[in-house]
């Protein structure tokens, strides 16, 4: 098994996690959901440091953001498949 770059902890998730030092932009990536340890491949659109979010699906502002298989918050800002979402761009909603 190659060492993915992006960790995805439910079939849900519409985010997953940088597990290595930084992405680049405009690189395909590995991707593996925990939850099964299947594999897939995304193109990241953005540059990401280790822990940060990248968007599995096109994100609209107003959307929620599904990690770990549960709600972490909503969307302030669009983003396309492979862009980063950190909290430039989501919001809890408990605030």
Not at 2 to 26: M, R, W, Y
Not at 38 to 48: C, I, M, P
Request: charge should be negative; aromatic fraction near 4%.
């Amino acid at each position: 098994m190659n060492v993915p770059h992006l960790l995805i902890h439910h079939h849900k998730d519409n985010v997953g996690v940088v597990v290595t030092e930084e992405l680049t932009a405009n690189t395909e990536v590995l991707c593996v959901i925990t939850e099964d340890n299947s594999e897939f491949k995304l193109t990241v659109t953005a540059a990401a440091p280790l822990g940060h979010k990248i968007a599995l699906a096109d994100l609209r502002q107003g959307d929620t953001v599904i990690k770990y298989g549960e709600d972490i918050g909503k969307m302030t800002a669009d983003v396309t498949k492979g862009g980063y979402v950190h909290v430039h761009n989501l919001k809890t909603k408990r605030w």
